[in-house]
T-cell receptor, first 117, second 111 residues
Framework: GAVVSQHPSWVICKSGTSVKIECRSLDFQATTMFWYRQFPKQSLMLMATSNEGSKATYEQGVEKDKFLINHASLTLSTLTVTSAHPEDSSFYIC?????????????FGPGTRLTVL | GQNIDQPTEMTATEGAIVQINCTYQTSGFNGLFWYQQHAGEAPTFLSYNVLDGLEEKGRFSSFLSRSKGYSYLLLKELQMKDSASYLCAVRLNQAGTALIFGKGTTLSVSS
């Protein structure tokens, strides 16, 4: 299957700093990338949908000025958590999609665990 | 709003068969996905249903009834490594759009 990577796999930062997370599709061109957040023992919550070359579409309740998404190419999307606070500590997972037949299956990255002190 | 319900936890023994149910009430429907997620890892794709009926893939099968807003994932010949969280997800719109996830069912397989 298709491979999606994320970097870093984990990060610890001080409150008030910014953290950038990269999501790459390694062996295919992703028409769309998605960013999810998962709190402990909770399911994945969609944060935003990102299409290459256009502005991301954010879900209700997600602050676009706090979670900056850049989708510069068909293989790379970045999520920057600006002025991070302890409540932003979570598991951030990206997924990438291309139209594989009728499925349009999403392929998930390994996730990035963010801890804000 | 969108609503996807699954049992929170299930237990089973090695070699057994387990069925994880999922019901959904969503504003749209263009496919239902099942993912497996081990703790601290990303979800991995298990199955996809868009038409009514049963899809079989080795030890895993998934069923869909669109009129009832209902799906199940059937796991046969359970192994210890099947202990994980199983996520039911609905795609509301066309292929390539986001998924809405249920809260997941944590399955514990014992010997």
């Amino acid at each position: 299957g298709a491979v999606v990577s994320q970097h870093p796999s984990w990060v610890i930062c001080k409150s008030g700093t910014s953290v950038k997370i990269e999501c790459r599709s390694l062996d295919f061109q992703a028409t769309t990338m998605f960013w999810y957040r998962q709190f402990p023992k909770q399911s994945l919550m969609l944060m935003a949908t990102s299409n290459e070359g256009s502005k991301a579409t954010y879900e209700q309740g997600v602050e676009k000025d706090k979670f900056l998404i850049n989708h510069a190419s068909l293989t790379l999307s970045t999520l920057t958590v600006t002025s991070a606070h302890p409540e932003d500590s979570s598991f951030y997972i990206c997924s990438a999609s291309f139209l594989a037949g009728d499925s349009g299956e999403q392929f998930f990255g390994p996730g990035t665990r963010l801890t804000v002190l | 709003g969108q609503n996807i319900d699954q049992p929170t936890e299930m237990t089973a023994t090695e070699g057994a068969i387990v069925q994880i149910n999922c019901t959904y009430q969503t504003s749209g429907f263009n496919g239902l996905f099942w993912y497996q997620q081990h703790a601290g890892e990303a979800p991995t794709f298990l199955s996809y249903n868009v038409l009514d009926g049963l899809e079989e893939k080795g030890r895993f099968s998934s069923f869909l009834s669109r009129s009832k807003g209902y799906s199940y994932l059937l796991l046969k010949e359970l192994q210890m490594k099947d202990s994980a969280s199983y996520l039911c997800a609905v795609r509301l719109n066309q292929a390539g759009t986001a998924l809405i996830f249920g809260k997941g069912t944590t399955l514990s397989v014992s010997s």
